[in-house]
């Protein structure tokens, strides 16, 4: 049988006793379990040759099943095994990535960085949500357990650990509260509007007049206009990548075509007369040196005439723009309280420190296009085309509440379809009589086919455009 114990103290004798000592005798651990295919040797000390005996066959048992998992390979702190196993083979979008790794050195190795894998348990799980309890919201915390739990799951299948107790029965992942997205009225939209500055203000139009993401707006330039067909182009964004500005593709790398309204048109047109677009040039998708040349040509810059820049003539940075024009023109339309004045930590001046406004921010005015578009009936599976979701479920999911007299019109349907049958039933010459008079034969009423499998191409040539013009 593969495996055996050797006893590194003592040799046996003629007498056929392990009496004689070794060289090793009473140095280092006494008793060596090897042997075992694919299975590391394991040293015991004196006086615990019953549990090398126990480790042997428990050992062999799970080798023969492909089964085994040594203890010691879950030895490795939380943070070596994130830092030199899994993080090196993480891929995907550069500044998604950027995101992962604050979060994880943050809400997770902060906390359990220094606990090997081995002693990550149940109790240290409950322990971690607790202390996440006080410092992030719940949103927060359950992308961190998603996180842990992926990480966790990489070391079950390295044979680090032999379960993921992130799976145990007793313990539910973080629950993130449902809260609906809200519309902005038209005056408040006008209001904040007027408090930005003169150049910044197109920003308001293309986000409300047709549903653009912060960096999409900010990333617009001046081919993505059709006047002439009405349509916005959304084929790229302006976002931060370490700290440094980089065109991509919109989020979920999806460019696509939003129905342009006339109002919206000519404030463009205003916007464009006053404020010509500057050519800006930024790095694709990724600003770190290509190592290759795939890289080099992926990440060749590209240059736009962007219809926003900053003073400078360079693109604008999303984060520093909410600080310094869009919380302040929040403040001044009367949507979030005045700022603190605050010293500066070099003891010099003051800075301006304004409250949350994570519900305030430049995604309201995309809710409120959702909502227009919808209170008007527009087919979500349209809506859910220009806001660039993946699918309609997401449109439904995040602004199905936006949609009026759901159920009345369900209601006037049902009558309506009830009222056929009962028409259709009294002009039969066999219609029975009394309460059992209501006979409905739904292959005999009229059919009204609905498809609503309509091509991408039929929605971007609908004339949709009038439902903003009210806000815009």
Same mark, same amino acid.
């Not at 906390?111 to 410092?135: A, D, N, S, Y």
């Not at 989020?251 to 050519?279: E, I």
């Given at each position: ?71 010691? @390979? ?25 995101? !992962? ?90 209001? !904040? ?6 150049? *910044? ?151 301006? !420190? ?14 409120? *296009? ?98 903003? @013009?009210?806000?815009?």
């Amino acid at each position: 049988m593969a495996g055996y114990i050797e006893d590194r103290w003592f040799r046996k004798g003629p007498d056929g006793k392990r009496t004689i000592p070794t060289e090793r005798n009473g140095k280092g651990q006494r008793y060596k379990v090897a042997g075992i295919p694919g299975v590391r040797a394991r040293s015991f000390p004196d006086k615990q040759k019953k549990a090398a005996e126990a480790w042997l066959a428990k050992a062999i048992s799970d080798s023969n099943k492909g089964e085994f998992i040594d203890p010691r @390979d879950g030895n490795i702190l939380l943070r070596d095994y994130v830092e030199q196993h899994w993080w090196p083979s993480r891929t995907g979008d550069p500044a998604t990535l950027q995101t !992962v790794g604050h979060r994880i050195r943050g809400q997770i190795l902060r906390h359990m960085g220094g606990v090997p894998l081995r002693l990550i348990k149940v109790e240290t799980l409950r322990v971690w949500l607790k202390q996440l309890e006080g410092e992030v919201s719940p949103g927060t915390a359950a992308v961190a357990w998603g996180y842990l739990n992926n990480i966790l799951e990489c070391a079950v299948d390295d044979d680090r650990i032999p379960k993921n107790p992130c799976r145990a029965p007793t313990i539910k992942a973080p629950s993130v509260p449902r809260s609906k997205a809200r519309a902005w009225t038209r005056a408040r939209v006008v209001a !904040v509007r007027a408090e930005l500055p003169e150049n *910044y203000r197109v920003l308001v139009d293309v986000g409300v007049g047709a549903g653009l993401r912060q960096g999409e707006a900010l990333g617009l330039s001046e081919d993505d206009i059709d006047m002439e067909g009405g349509f916005l182009h959304v084929r790229r964004q302006v976002r931060s990548v370490g700290g440094k500005l980089v065109f991509s593709l919109p989020k979920g790398n999806k460019t696509r075509v939003v129905p342009m309204s006339d109002r919206l048109a000519d404030l463009l047109a205003q916007h464009l007369a006053q404020f010509p677009a500057r050519p800006v040039t930024l790095p694709w998708k990724d600003p770190q040196p290509p190592r290759t040349k795939v890289e080099e040509k992926e990440r060749a810059p590209q240059t736009h005439r962007l219809l926003v820049v900053n003073r400078n003539g360079s693109a604008v940075r999303a984060n520093m723009w909410n600080e310094d024009h869009w919380k302040r023109a929040l403040a001044a339309a009367g949507v979030i309280p005045q700022p603190k004045r605050v010293p500066r930590n070099s003891g010099v001046g003051y800075r301006l !420190v304004y409250g949350a406004t994570h519900e305030m921010g430049f995604h309201s005015l995309r809710h409120t *296009y959702a909502s227009v578009q919808l209170d008007s009936r527009e087919n979500p599976v349209a809506v859910s085309k220009w806001l660039g979701h993946a699918d309609a479920s997401i449109t439904l999911r995040v602004y199905g509440h936006f949609m009026p007299e759901a159920d009345g019109r369900g209601r006037e349907a049902m009558d309506a379809w009830f009222a056929e049958g009962d028409q259709a039933a009294a002009s039969s010459p066999a219609a029975p009589q009394g309460p059992a008079a209501v006979v409905l034969e739904v292959d005999s009423l009229p059919r009204q086919d609905v498809d609503l499998r309509q091509s991408e191409e039929s929605f971007t040539h609908l004339d949709l455009r009038e439902s903003v @013009d009210a806000l815009t």
